[in-house]
């Protein structure tokens, strides 16, 4: 069995989450900004982008420990 969708939907990121990862790789991970940036512009599919999307967003999830619980910056 491939799975329920609830499965299948917790998988899945957010547009909401995709902008909060870009936005933390533009302050502080430039590297990461510009591998999300190669892998989405150099192939137009929309998995790929989803791909890029999920990753970047695990990126930003395993270095900012408050990501997306939805607590303010403390800087």
């Not at 591998?35 to 930003?60: F, G, P």
């Amino acid at each position: 069995m491939i799975g329920t969708m609830d499965e299948t939907r917790s998988v899945r990121v957010t547009r909401a989450d995709v902008r909060e990862a870009l936005m933390w790789a533009l302050e502080r991970d430039r590297a990461a900004l510009l591998a999300h940036r190669a892998a989405v512009h150099s192939n137009k599919s929309d998995l790929t982008r989803r791909r890029a999307d999920k990753a970047l967003v695990e990126q930003w999830r395993a270095r900012e420990p408050d990501a997306g619980q939805g607590s303010a910056p403390g800087e």
